[in-house]
């Protein structure tokens, strides 16, 4: 049947139709009704941080990452220093796009199930004055950790330091509030807890040091301060804008105030979490995070110990009943992992837990208990 498989990926994600539906005209990137549209997106964008006095929101064409490169690239002076605080992929892939612009890299290794230090972050500033930034990611979708964000901005703020976030997994779902928080970049994108379709990111910048972006970026295509001037003289895009990405983005915005905004957003994610934790426990499944330290965004289980699994079979037997898992992320453990966002509440999450019991009966699997450590 052609029914749309339910993805509990970290994006792209179930959409719903009315989001899908919205992408079903042709806009001139010259318009002006496109162009009301745009201006319409970052407004909203702005009031969800609480960020229309200290900071703008200038959006990028591209997935999350291309989003993340062009905010070191713009923020950080080429003879800036960052320091990435690691405890997963995504905090590697950060380090690794500084490093390939030519920005000098540190990377401050944490235990990939467990929170990065905020105290210990304030150690290593102390111990090195030519830090100028720190990376931090939001929720590391790897594992699926919360990280302190307000702690590690404290820390930043009161050593003079630049914070750049990767909110990718987070925004819109987890609070920020840039009244409260300081930060120089905060990046998301379009097809993460918005729920919109992927295809464009944005980022944060704070009002005092956007002037002293210019130049900074050595891309022309990454360069948001270049962006920034662009969109504010002419109200377009500086290239071909995703068009459709952006309506449909528009018509999520809508939704997501109409659901009654982050905290209806959080809400909905955090039932959709418990669900899926209490029905796969009931399986003999087990996460890989202490509750205590997981944001109900993404859920890593181990992998059952029983010799018949193997995650391709697995994710087949899913799949054929409708629902797309997603491998995991870890550098050691064998696991996978199931995304608790999107355009699905605790019902399909039900299903999806049913279809994961056919698929262990499927491949003869009489529990999904790990290997004990
Ligand atoms: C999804 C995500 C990204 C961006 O990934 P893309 O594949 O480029 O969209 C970056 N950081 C985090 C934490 C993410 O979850």
Redesign the pocket.
Known sequence: MDRDKILLT??PLTTTLRTKLAMLRDWGSWDADFNAVTASVRKSLLAIVHGAESHVVVPLQG???FS?EAAIATVVPRDGHVLVLDNGA?CKRAARLTTLMGRRCTLMPFDEAQPVSAGDLEHTLRGDASISHVVL?H???GAGVLNPLQAVADVCARNGKGLIV?A??SFGALEIDARKTRFDALVA?SG?CLEGV?GMGFVFIRKAILDGCAGNSQSLAMDLHDQYLYMEKTTQWRFTPPTHVVVALHEAIAQFEEEGGQPARLARYTRNYETLVAAMAALGFKPFLDPAVQAPIIVTFHAPADARYDFKTFYAAARRRGFLLYPGKLTTLETFRVGCIGAIGPTEIEQAVHAVALALQDMGIASGAPARS
Request: proline share 12%; glycine share 12%.
């Open positions: 970290p994006g997935s999350g990452t993340v995504y990611i929720c590391e979708t990767d990718m997994s994108a993460k992927p």
